[in-house]
């Protein structure tokens, strides 16, 4: 099991395997072959923008090809990352984020960069404008409504638990108001982790998430049977980030004592495990997410 962000896309596994080779061109022929698939073309240039070499690859790029769009919203992504680690001034970091919104005009992925930095550097404001500019131009973007959901849920911690906390109203809508296909009717299930996740942290919630009823309610309850039922009708097996919700909702009927549900979902999601919300609040995902699995196949 490997905990890999480019998850089942093997096409991108490949380039950026090239790109930590030093070779940028692979990435070019990832996203001329994408196109304005926006959701996929956001995937896969944030999980390029992640290799530590990537900023460099992509100034070798607009070197050679001044003023690519492909390349200067790889070289913003990249930018971005460095800025959340304090590496890189948020200035220039919102320069270059605009620069490459200023190249493809109907792209979001830019303003997806700019969302990313804003949701963990900037104000409220500023990173509800920049979820605007996405959903302008991908009005169902995935990974703009989960950096939302995951900044929201940082809104008043201290005040412990609370059913009708922002998130959960902005997670609610949004799935509501998505076409019925759309994955972000599993954004509930994702909005009660990532609030546990914040709970956790300040103490309001047990640490071990199996010690809290957090999953157990009514209300818990009725959001993970939605998502799952809409999962048994509707799931997009093409959708470039479906492995992100299948683990957040077998994450939910683990800690919910659904067994043969967990089963089903952990028999989709194969090796794929994400990260979050299996590290949630600070544990060891892959051993969280084996035991997990484990106890749903009744082999642990």
Known sequence: MALDAALDDTELAAARAALAEGRWQAARSLLVRTGDDWERRGHRVAVLARHPSSAARARDWLSAEPGSADAAVLLALALVRRAVRGRERQDRVRDACHTAAGLAPADPTPWLGLLMLERSRGGEADTAAAFEEVRKRCPEHHHAHHLMV???????AEAGPDPRHAVYDFAETSARRAPA?????VLPVVARAERYRVLAAVGAEPADPAAS????????GQVA???FEWWLEWEHDGHPRCLVDLNFLAHAKHHAGRAAEAAALFQ???AYATPAPWTYPD?????????ARDRAFGTG
């Open 150 to 156: 995951a900044r929201l849920a940082e809104r008043r």
């Open 181 to 185: 296909d759309s994955p972000l009717a």
């Open 213 to 220: 009823d957090h999953w157990t309610g009514p209300r818990a």
């Open 225 to 227: 049977r939605a998502a």
């Open 268 to 270: 989709r999601i194969g």
């Open 283 to 291: 544990r060891d995902p892959r051993a969280a997410f084996r035991a």
